[in-house]
Each structure stands twice: as C-alpha cells, then as structure tokens.
C-alpha cells in the first residue's frame, strides 16, 4: 500500500508540470496581456496612460520577455521560495489574495457537501427501498424541481427570507463588524448564521443529482445474492439493508469525492458573485477577465493540485473501505 | 383444487417422522404484465434428518418455493396460500436448543406469519438456515467472513463477542476450513470457491439448525470441488442430525444425495417419493424425459446416439397451460383429457405421489383400468430399453477414431502463454503466471477433441490462443487447411490474422453476456460477415436467415433483439454467429455449461447436427465429463496448464492412467442412486496449484494418493504408453486406476 501511494505521488510530479504549462499557456492565448486590458480600462475612463509607463511596467513584469521565460520566472518562483508572484490588479502577493479564500472555500465546501450527502443518502435509501411508492414520486419530484431551479434564483429567494424574516445581513460569510475582526468565537457563530445560505444553494443542486445516483446504485445492490443471505440470516430489514447494500452502494460517491474538490473551487462562481461571498471563484473570474496571469494562473496550477491530491484520496479511501480494490492491485501486480 | 381439501387435513397434524410439511404452496408475483404463479400448489414432506432434493428445469418454482418456507421471497412475490407446517425445536432463554424440552416441538404454521414479525426473524437463519448458488455473491463482499458468520449468532443468541467468536472458528474448522483463525479474518474474494462456499456453510450451521436448504449449493463448483462439498454436507447431515432441502438440477447429484426427490414443473410437484422408487420406476412423464436427457457417464454414450430431450422449453410465466401444466410437452398428452383437467395429487404408495392424469384413479377406471396400467408397463419399458435408437448417421466416421487417417487440421505445438507478475516500486516483473505452459496436442480434421479440467487449470486460455485473442507467448500453431502448407497462427498478427479469423470461431460459455444487448439478430450474426466483407444488403439478410434455420431458429427472428429469448435459444444464436463464416475450427468454451439438462441435450444433439453438414471440427472446452464423453472423440486432460493424459474417449474413460483423470472421473456423481453407497470416491483435497509457483517435480503430487518420493522430484514427460494414450505420470504403467467402464452396467437402468 505504501509503495503503491509513493509511486501515485511521485507520478503526480510530471502531471502536475504538464498542467502548469497547459494551464500558463492557457492563459496566455488571449491576445494583448494585463497593460493592454489595463491601458484600455483607463482609456475607457479617458485617463490617458503615458507610453513609458507602460513601457516600463512591461520591463518589470517581464512580459516582453518570450513564453517560456515568463514561465520559468514564474514556475521557479513556486517551486524554490513558494512565491506565486504578484497580482496585477491588486498588487499585492498572489499567495496573499488566494489563501484566506481558499481556507473559506474549503470549509463552505466541506460542509456543503457533506450536508448534501446527508440529506441524499437517506433520501435516496428511501426511495430505491420503497420504489415506485409515492413517497419515491414524491422525493423524485422534488429532486427534479431542486435539478431544473438555477442556483442564484434559489439563491436571491433565501437572501430575501433571510432578510425579510430573520433581519439579517444577507451576502457574504461575515456581519461587517466580523469582516476584518481577528478570529473569535463570534466570529465563528457570525460565520455560521451566514453560511447557511450558501450551504443550502450548493446542496440542493447536489442532492438532487446525488439522490438519484444513490437510488440506481442501491436498486442495483438491493436485488443482489448477499442481501437474500443476510435476510435468511434472520436480520431486520432495515439493519440489513444498511449493513450491506447501502455500504457497498456508497462506493461510486467514495470514488468521485476528489472530484468535488476541484469543482467547489472554481463551480458555483455564480452563486458566490450573487451572494457576494468571499471565495475563490468571483476572484478567478475577475482574473481572467482581466489577463492577471500570475494570479489565474496560481488558480489554475491550484485547481490541478487539488484534482490530483483528491483523486488520490478517494482512491486511497476506496482501497482502505472496498477490500478488493486492494486485492486486485495485487492481483494485477 | 376441489381434491385439494380432501389432502390437507384442517388440524396442523404432522406424522412423528416429518420435519416440514409444505401443502398446497402458493406463492405468486403480481407484476405489471400479469400474475405469476411461480409456486402454485407444491406439496411435499421433509423428514427429519433425511435430504429431499427438489429437481427441474429453471423457472419451476424451485427457488421460490424454497424462499417461500423462510419467507423471503423477492418482492412482489408473496405467500398467498397453503401451510408450511414446521415442528420447531424448544430453545432456552439464551437461544439455543433446549435438551431439557425435548420433544415438546412446537408445531407453527410458517406460511401464517408475516414476513417481518420477529417470529418469522427468529426461525430464519437459526431453525431454518439456507446456502445459495454462487458463495461469491451471496457473501458480502466488503465484511469479512468472521464478521458475517458472527453475525448471526448475535442475532439469535445471547452470547458474548469472545464466546460468538470462538463458536464461528470452531464451526469454520468443523467444515474443514484450514486455518480457521486466520480465515475468520479473510474477505470472501481471498478465499477459492470451494472455501467459499465452506464459509457459507460454516454461517449456516452456526447456530444449529434443524433444516437446511441449500439452493443449487454446488452447480457453480467445479466437479472435484463438488464432490468434496458433497462429501462435507453428507458428514455434517450425520453429525448434526439436520434435514437437508436440496434444490439442484443435476440428477446426478441428486442420485449422490437425495433419500426423497420432489420433482417440480411449473410451481407444482410432478412426482415425489424415495429416491430409489423415482429414479427405478418414474411415474410422470416429466420425470422420465428428465431422466432420460442425460448424458451418462461410462454408458452407451460412445454409440453417439442423440440425447433425448424434452419437447420445446419451460413455458414463461404469463403463458401457463391449462390443464396438466406439461402436456403441451408430452409425449403422452391425452387430447380433450390432460389439457382440460388439472391432475390431482394422486398416491401411489408410502412418500410416493405423482401429479398426471395416467394415474388418476377416476379416469382409469372409467377407461375400464387400461390407461394408468398400460401406461405404467409402458414406463418400465421405456427405461429397461437402452435409449432411443434414434442414431444420428456419423459423418465423424463413428466413435471408433481413426484419426492417423484424418488429415490434421490443427497441429499445436510447445504452446506457451505467460502472464507477467509485476511486483515492487518499479514494477519489475519477478515471474509468470504461466496460464499455459507448453501444451503439445494435433486436431484432426473433422474429429471433436475435448479439453478438461478443473477451473484455474489453463483450458480457457488454450482456447483463446487459438483463436488468437491472446497472443501466446511460444510454441507454434500449425493450420493446416485441405493440404495446403502449414501457417504458424501464433506468429501472424493484425491483419495477415484476418482470413483464419474466419476459420476458426469460437462459441463462449454465457449466452446472456455474449450477446450485445443493443443489437438485433440480424446484427449480431450478421455483424462478421459485413466485417469480412462476405454479404451485405438482402444477401446478408438471406445468410442470416438460412444460419437461424440451421440453428433451430425462426428466419422471422432476425430482427428482434437477445433479450427477447431463453438461455438455450440464445446460445442458439451464438452458435449461428460463429458458424456465420463457414469455419473450419470452432472452440468451444463451456458451450453448454450454463445451460438447464434438457436444453443443454437439445444443444449437445445440434452441436453434432452441425459438425455432420458443416464437416466441422471442435475443440470442445469443459469441465463436464459426462458431456465430454458424450460429444469428444479424443479427451486431453488439463492441469496446471499442462496436458497430464491425452487418450481417445472410449480408452481414456474405461482405463485413466494418469490419477489425476481418475480423480476427476470419480468426482462426476453418477445419475444412480444404487452405486452410491458401494462406490469408492476419490476426493481430492486442496485446490488447483498456483500456476504462477507450481510445486517441484510433478504439479499434481501434492494431491496426488499414489505418490512416491520421486514425484516431488522430477517432472514427469508427456510418453505414449499404447492404446493411443500419452501420459504424464511416472508410474503410469504400474498403477490400475478405476475408470467408469465397470460402472456402466449399474448406470444403464435395469429392468425390473
């Protein structure tokens, strides 16, 4: 087991530098770079930028140097000192935009997704044990409506009850008098009142979708052979069924957790711009908007890692709960 | 029905000898397309500490009517009437069985209980316990085996974790699991299948049960696995003094186990009684033409007759006949009588009863006693005569092999296949799997030789080198066609592959997954004549139709997709698809293992149809050696990948000289139920060696009972000891193994 992750990480290193050069020449193809999007901005606003200072910029980024130079700059940067460079737009270290809203974004995601789960595997239990009651139509119908509602709709309408009802400040994760605090305990309850929201946005979306892959996979498990045995074995019924079928029905979820990784990151942009919260993806947006190419690059290169270390993690975690998994990889060896 | 009432008493009364006394079972399935009757109207008896076997074609109801007495049939399905009155054993306080009470069994009525009550909780898996088919399924595959076994003492009885613990290693020994404490600890898939299914018994009599219902226990097993679960359930009957329920479709097993047989057709019992009466003196219709599809080990079966089968094919379950539910397949159907009337149980003796109008006491006396009389003189005769000669005209050049006059088609040489084994950070490869390791054998032209063996033993793959959907790794295979120069198959590739591609086919072992579901008939045995570019169009359309006819099928089929028929009509059409390309080779991969007794006659007689207009030569692949000796001119036996006997059937049958062929002879259980007992089994122990560390010197000395020093030593070499037989075995000359030639005479029926 250990040689088998030792030889998964190390052979993440070559992936991961073919993603930072897809992903560094990704950003690059656009025409012009960050001064000409800036030098048009200011233009717009009739502020006429002075050909030297331009000139001078682009000397000091390094954007008249070629390709490749740039990207070395920036590559070996990360990798030696863990310098992600300098954001254009805000001027500040990349490392101390990302961070604090990737900490954010991950514990929104983590809650959220486990909250969708929670909700959808006792709703999808439900429904694939009882299949075709009404129950079943009844949860199908709303998982349907949660499917087809657009995430800021649901969104605006929370906001609003929120609002209307509670009295609340709505967007963003923090009260403004928090926003800048130090982390205390009020902070934490703050964060919590305000991230509800969000919460239920993401995981109505998500539970939909994950009910009914939960009730294919469970109909698929609950006619299997082991379930007859343990029902002749004398158990009760819903002992069983969460014994054996549902265990063995979790596995695809196990398998795909580290995709959710990723997609909590860059996904649900739009809900985080509708309700103004403070994670990563309106700042990657914004970036790529404006050809801020260390800044969405680091983004990018991010996502990657993440990917990669959440494939990883759910295969480790499948092989430590699905014994055969790791039966088979020695089978293959 | 109305003689129904007169059967069942109205007190829940059971003789002192009965266990469990189903009545009148009714269990059906109201499914969208209709009612199903899957049980309708069973009764039998089991008595204690005896075996019933319950035998028939799939969907008779034998399943569920198993399910049924513990009440776990699959939803929809429900108990909707009779009684399966159960004498169940007094328990103590702590749930086991109470010595002190004994005697005073309670009677309970098992089909009044709800499926969910507690009541019905506690006599599943502790009164009644119940093993399956396939251990590798009906085990959960991510507990391990310790767990679920310990499970179930939980559930029944007060006991704590260390005591549960000690009892369920204790019992994993008991059933001859080696190493039992580590085992309790192993996750079903480290485990063979025969431990497997040693752990599933092991779950079973943990808590000690006194019915046991063992659905098809070792129908997925290979025989020496067989006959070793056998042996271990015989044992156990006797230790544990449990009545044994059964089900299986193999009347040769059924001869090995059975004191009493329940023959089942259609949700009802056809015929039951002891098994010696049965299997002497059958009483339905049913019974006999089960009895006689049967291809019969060390028989008549090298006259090549054809196989008597059983008139078209269990009807689905929304088209029941009326009437007798088998006089649409009977050869005795009396017109305006059997399709009218439903037959009533009619006795015939003590445990003896059958279901058929030729016994119905009402209409033989009307008919002034001729029918039943005549009819049952008829049965007798029809068993005392040596089957049917309905001898199919032999373009083999009849059983006796004259194959040094044959041209060879086929000539394999040193054919090696060797699966790399990668191990370590760098994936270095640190030795073979060698799944065939190099096997010598030659195919005459139009001669069918068969390969056997157990499972793990490389025929699968030998197969597969030939039609070249591995590629081996040495050794040569010469095709040879009509005289021209040999071609190595094993050195082509790509496409210089391509024209013998057409020349040698293969028909694979399960019709259900070999078949793409999404493509019609006319798509799938079409799909390799539009590849070779041979038809197209209306021309492809006409080949497809004439193969569907070859085959047994309707033209009109074409368009309609697999699912739309039965297991035997879709190797039916496997069988089209591979003869699409008029080959001259066809493997074939267990082409019939998957298949009911009477269908798998109904293949058999069309495989030998086939090889008569076709001049085909087969390859023939199983590990059943009644169907082997049935089909196969020469036998080559398999193990660890090597050939250890090869030998013209007839030869190899009467006088094996390789122990290991015996053994495998030995384990095939014998459809007669008087040669048990006198029979000496060889049942070998362990499992198959693991070909990627095969023992020193011979494979098969560690199981081997005729081993010397020597064998540990030195490999033994393939040599020609005469009669045409090539043998590995150092002692082959010396040792007199048993072959089934002397058995022969107490398998064929005698008359009375």
């Known amino acids: 087991m250990l040689t088998y992750i030792a030889r998964r990480v ?132 709303v998982g349907f409506i949660g499917l087809a509602t657009p995430n800021f709709l649901l969104a605006l309408v929370l ?80 002992r069983l069924i969460a014994k054996y079928p549902v265990r063995l029905a979790l596995n695809p979820f196990i398998s795909t957790v580290g995709w959710t990784l990723p997609t909590l990151v860059s996904g649900e942009i739009i809900v985080s711009v509708v309700l103004n919260l403070p994670t990563t993806g309106p700042l990657l947006l914004r970036s790529l908007e404006s050809q801020d190419m260390y800044l969405a690059g680091s983004f990018i290169l991010m996502l990657g890692v993440l990917t990669l270390i959440g494939t990883l993690l759910s295969d480790i975690l499948l092989a430590w709960l699905d014994p055969r998994i790791q039966y088979e990889k020695a089978g293959s060896r | ?195 497997r299914q040693r752990a599933m018994i092991a779950m079973a009599l943990v808590c000690n049960p006194t019915l046991l219902i063992a659905d098809e226990p070792t129908t997925a097993l290979d025989v020496t696995t067989q006959a070793q679960i056998l042996e271990l359930m015989r044992e156990l009957q006797s230790d544990y003094g449990m009545a044994i329920m059964f089900i299986t479709h193999d009347l040769g097993v059924v001869a090995e186990m059975a004191d009493d047989v329940a023959v089942m057709y259609l949700g009802t019992v ?76 009619t ?8 279901r058929c109008l030729l016994h119905d006491p009402e209409l033989i006396s009307s008919n002034g006693g001729t029918v039943g009389a005549a009819e049952t003189e008829d049965a007798s005769r029809d068993l005392a005569t040596e089957p049917r000669p309905t001898v199919v005209p032999d373009a083999a050049g009849g059983s006796t092999p004259d194959g040094d006059a044959r041209s060879t088609l086929l000539d394999v040489e040193d054919l090696r296949l060797h699966f790399p084994i990668r191990t370590g950070f760098l994936r270095r490869t640190t030795g073979h799997v060698r799944a065939v390791d190099g096997l010598t054998f030659a195919i005459s032209e139009g001669e069918t030789l068969g390969l056997v063996g157990e499972s793990g033993c490389g025929k699968t793959s030998t197969g597969r080198c030939i039609v070249r959907s591995h590629d081996p790794t040495g050794g040569r295979i010469l095709y040879r066609e009509n005289g021209s120069p040999a ?70 089929y074409m368009s309609r997709y697999p699912h739309a028929f039965s297991g035997g009509e879709r190797q039916r059409v496997g069988i089209a698809r591979a003869l699409s390309l008029d080959p001259r080779l066809v493997v074939a991969d267990e082409a019939v293992s998957a298949l009911d007794v009477s269908v798998r006659a109904q293949i058999l007689n069309l495989l030998q149809d086939l090889q008569a207009e076709h001049q085909l030569t087969y390859l023939f692949i199983s590990h059943d ?67 990627s560390d095969p023992p020193s010197g011979c494979y098969f000395h560690p199981r081997c009972r005729y081993a010397k020093p020597v064998c540990a030593e030195e490999q033994p070499q393939l040599r020609d000891v005469g009669d045409g037989t090539t043998v590995a075995c150092h002692f082959a000359e010396e040792l007199t193994l048993r072959g089934v030639a002397d058995g022969a005479s107490t398998v064929t029926t005698t008359p009375k």
């Open chain 1, 10 to 141: 190390l052979m993440m290193i070559p992936t991961l530098f073919l993603i930072s050069l897809a992903s560094f020449f990704i950003i690059q193809l656009p025409p012009g770079d960050f001064l000409s999007t800036y030098a048009a901005g200011m233009s717009a606003q009739n502020a006429e930028v002075a050909q030297e200072t331009l000139e001078a910029l682009e000397q000091r980024y390094g954007l008249d140097q070629p390709f490749y130079v740039q990207y070395w700059y920036w590559i070996s940067n990360i990798v030696c000192c863990g310098d992600f460079g300098q954001s254009f737009e805000w001027n500040r270290p990349v490392s101390s935009l990302i961070w604090d809203r990737l900490t954010l974004t991950m514990l929104l995601a983590i809650v959220s997704t486990l909250f969708t789960w929670f909700v959808a595997f006792l709703i999808g239990t439900y429904t694939a044990v009882r299949q075709y009651s009404v129950g079943d139509y009844f949860w199908t119908f």
């Open chain 2, 347 to 354: 006795t015939l003796g003590e445990h003896r009863e059958v």
């Open chain 2, 487 to 556: 071609v190595d198959l094993a050195q082509l590739a790509g496409p210089e592959l391509k024209p013998y591609r057409r020349a040698v086919r293969m028909i694979f072992q399960d019709p259900h997954s070999s078949l793409n579901p999404r493509m019609t008939l006319r798509d799938i045995i079409g799909e390799p004549l539009r590849a070779h570019g041979v038809a197209s169009g209306s021309e492809l359309e006409d080949r497809v139709g004439e193969l569907l006819r070859d085959v047994g099928l309707r033209p009109e």
């Open chain 2, 270 to 345: 056809a015929e039951r009684g002891d098994v010696e009466s049965v299997f002497r003196d059958p009483q339905h219709p049913y019974t006999r033409a089960l009895l006689h599809s049967i291809p019969k080990v060390g028989a008549a079966a090298r006259a090549r007759e054809k196989l008597d089968t059983i008139r078209g094919m269990v009807p689905d379950p929304y088209n029941r006949p009326g009437g007798c539910p088998f006089h649409n397949r009977c050869d005795e159907m009396m017109p305006g009588v059997c399709d009218r009337i439903l037959p009533p149980p």
């Open chain 2, 1 to 195: 029905m109305a003689t129904e009432t007169v059967q069942t008493p109205a007190t829940p009364e059971l003789a002192a000898d009965v266990l469990l006394s189903v009545r009148n079972l009714q269990t059906h399935f109201p499914l969208d397309q209709g009612l199903v009757k899957a049980v309708d109207g069973a009764g039998f008896e089991i008595r204690r500490g005896k075996t019933l076997c319950v035998v028939g074609e799939s969907g008779c109801g034998k399943s569920v009517t198993a399910r049924s007495i513990l009440q776990i049939v699959d939803r929809p399905g429900r108990v909707v009437g009779g009684e399966l009155l159960f004498r169940q054993t007094p328990r103590n306080d702590d749930g086991r069985p109470d010595a002190a009470q004994h005697g005073q069994e309670r009677i309970v009525d098992l089909a009044k209980l709800s499926p969910k009550s507690a009541a019905m909780r506690a006599i599943r898996g502790r009164d009644i316990a119940m093993i399956f088919q396939e251990p590798m399924t009906s085990l959960s595959p991510v507990h391990t085996i310790g767990n679920q076994i310990v499970e179930v003492i939980h559930l029944h009885e007060n006991v704590s974790k260390k005591e549960a613990k000690e009892r369920a290693i204790e019992v994993l020994r008991r059933v001859g699991v080696p190493r039992p404490e580590q085992r309790f600890d192993s996750h079903p898939f480290q485990l063979s299948g025969g431990l």
């Open chain 1, 159 to 238: 906001m609003w009850i929120s609002f209307r009802y509670f009295g609340q400040s709505v967007g963003g994760l923090f009260s403004p008098e928090y926003e800048s605090a130090p982390w205390s305990i009020g902070k934490a309850v703050d964060l919590f009142q305000h991230m509800w929201i969000p919460v239920v946005v993401i995981a109505t979306a998500g539970a939909a979708s994950t009910i009914r892959v939960m009730r294919a996979n469970l109909l698929d498990e609950l006619h299997r052979p082991y379930t007859t045995t343990a029902r002749a074995k004398g158990m009760q019924e819903w």
């Open chain 2, 625 to 691: 050696l009644s169907v082997v000796e049935y089909l196969c001119d020469r036998v080559a036996v398999m193990y660890v990948g090597k050939i250890v006997e090869l030998a013209d059937t007839a030869t190899l049958y009467a006088r094996p000289r390789h122990p290991y062929t015996e053994a495998l002879l030995s384990a095939v259980p014998k459809p007669d139920p008087r040669t048990r007992d006198r029979r000496e089994r060889i049942v070998l122990s362990g499992d198959v060696a693991d070909p």
